[in-house]
């Protein structure tokens, strides 16, 4: 686009009452794209806000007696501290569209369109539906219900102010038309052709008769329409009509952020008000799905609102950043539920990433006294260096495209790949043979990637990178995206360990109680560990995990009693190559003289371990529950040697 600034927007939300996690899930999503183009030595401007003109903030107010500005004014105070605090939410600018920079610019646009004569003033009979402070004409209200809520809309007949919309019809159609990039993703575009087919009717742009709101310029009995206000609030965040400089630099959005229920006011309404003041339209208006409960919106109206500071209080700033930015491609509607937020965290960020690191840590320290650098000789070309440029480029491209649960999924396989390395290369066995050249290739190698890892998820998460880094003894901070060259960090790491990255949430789980919400969420993950069973934490391992374990049949040829061990039997099992010798710890389920001849299926690469004395060369596998217990055996008999896949 050529201008200095990436600028990027998220609604501003009505402080009507306190933000739930539907709101975080926007503006976190926009923080982190925020976040990626600074990390990008991009300049930024970020900016959120709130929109507090409009009848729904008047009722609200005077249902607490309080004066519209005192009730938004707590409200507002809230939602910076502690809700974008904590949530790490870096807006450049706040804006408010009670405060006077925007009244002048709410006014002088008024003016502008005005003297074109885009606006004209007229009479409007039609509906409005207060919930969604939005007029509609008798054809798409419903039995006298809002085509978009549900709820009841009232009847409005009154001398009004209206914007030409219908002028601009066909120009809007034929930009979507033209930028199959401008409404984002393709689904709402659709639905913006189609709504566009209906026809587009003048949209009335006053009200008279109420007065909390921007009074139309020179006709001060008329309030101007809290969306037309509203939608201006990107405009003079720019530094419009009053700081030419950034207003060059920055106009127009690079992208704006929201849900889907208003993208027709910033698809069609919005771009059609900068076509008649002949400003650029925004580059790109991504509308996102909605966190449902249930199978309902979760909406501070519905009473069904997840208040996220508390989930924060509870499980910690990055755990419900990455859950809401993992779970639900962006774009679609996702449910929402804790037991998936505590699954996310144990498998992905506890169990994979925090094992990655605390594996690699220890084994450096271990093997390398705490420090390690990349040998002489060790070949350019290595998996892990593939695995991670791989995955740089699948986190730039998915960032290009506003798929941010793509852009974790692809840390999430490197983070994968590396455990796997883990497994593969066997590090404790290279230390054992004291192969020092592959030893610390393999472990600068995995400390290379954890960085490369600390990068990628630096514009997602918040504590977790810095302290990632703090273990591989680098600076807490990234400076630029181009750390995320492996390699880029040629010399020694001097790591040291730390507290766990992400601890289990069924650990602090059990030390806390956890009360269901009172504000009506169903079943709280909570702290029970029928709930939230190993099993269901599991961590997933790749084919190619598995596919390290050798398992194959045998056929125990002898079973004896081992002295002085009252659960172990001694088996001599043929598994097609040779005879092996296992220790089993299956005395109590089956006596000697019964396994000869018995078909099992055992676990050939096992490390060779002494167990009272004898050295046992693998292990059968057995299915176990409370006390019973039976060998598994292949269901029909094979030759010794078959291999179990
Ligand atoms: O509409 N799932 O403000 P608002 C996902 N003031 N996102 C959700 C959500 C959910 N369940 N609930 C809310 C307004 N959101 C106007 C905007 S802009 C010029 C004026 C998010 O407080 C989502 O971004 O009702 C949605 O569009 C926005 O909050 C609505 O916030």
Sequence with gaps: MGKATWYVTTPIYYPSDKLHIGHAYTTVAADALARYHRLNEESVLFVT???????KIQKGASDQGLTPLAFVDQIVRQIKDPLWKALGVSYDDFIRTTEPRHRRVVQAFFRRLREKGDIYKGT?????????????????????????????????????????????????????????????????????????????????????????????????????YVWFDALLNYLTAAGYESDEARFQATWPPNLQVMGKEIVRFHAVIWPIMLMAADLQLPEHVFGHGWLLIGDTKMSKSRGNAVDPVRLIERYGVDAIRYYLLREVPFGSDGLYTEDALVLRTNVDLANDLGNLLQRTVAMITRFCQARVSLPEAAPGERRLKQASAAAVAEVENSMASFNLS????????????????????????????????????????????????????????????????????????????????????????????????????????????????????????????????????????????????????????????????????????????????????????????????????????????????????????????????????PESTMAAGARVK
């Excluded at 806000?49 to 009848?55: A, I, L, R």
């Excluded at 078909?599 to 050295?615: D, E, F, M, S």
Aim: with cysteine.
């Design 124 to 224: 409007y009979e039609g509906w409005y539906c207060l919930p969604c402070e939005t007029f509609w004409t008798e054809t798409k209200v419903s039995q006298g219900n809002c085509p978009d809520c549900g709820r009841p809309v009232e009847r409005v007949s009154q001398e009004s102010y209206f914007f030409r919309l219908s002028a601009y019809a066909e120009r809007i159609r034929e930009h979507i038309i033209r930028h199959p990039e401008f409404i984002q993703p393709v689904s709402r575009r659709n639905e913006m052709l189609g709504f566009l087919d209906e026809g587009l009717e003048d949209l009335s742009i006053s009200r008279t008769g109420m007065n909390w709101g921007i009074e139309v310029p020179d006709d001060p009995q008329h309030v101007i």
């Design 406 to 633: 793509q852009a974790l999924a692809a840390v999430g396989k490197l983070v994968r790949r590396a455990n796997v390395e883990i497994e593969q290369s066997q590090p404790w066995a290279l230390a054992k043979r004291q192969d020092r050249q592959a030893l610390h290739t393999v472990l600068y190698d995995l400390a290379e990637t954890l960085r490369v890892i600390s990068v990628l998820l630096s514009p997602f998460l918040i504590e977790a990178p810095s302290r990632l880094r703090a273990q591989l003894g680098i600076a807490l901070e990234p400076r630029s995206w181009q750390e995320t060259e492996f390699g880029w960090h040629g010399r020694q790491f001097q790591v040291s360990s730390g507290p766990s990255l992400f601890p289990r949430i069924e650990d602090k789980a059990k030390d806390h109680e956890v009360q269901t919400s009172a504000e009506g969420r169903q079943a709280s993950i909570s702290t029970s560990s029928e709930e939230t069973s190993p099993q269901e934490m599991r961590h997933e391992i790749d084919i190619d995990l598995f596919q390290q374990v050798e398992l194959g049949v045998g056929t125990i040829q002898s079973a004896e009693i081992v002295k002085g061990a009252d659960r172990l039997l001694k088996l001599a099992v043929d598994d097609g190559e040779r005879v092996r010798t296992i220790v089993s710890g299956i005395r109590s389920h089956y006596a000697p003289e019964s396994l000869i001849g018995k078909q099992v299926v055992l676990v050939k690469n096992l490390k060779p371990v002494k167990i009272r004395g004898i050295l046992s060369e693998g292990m059968l596998l057995a299915a176990s529950t409370g006390d019973a217990l039976a060998l598994v055996a």
């Design 49 to 55: 806000g709130t929109d507090e003109h409009g009848q």
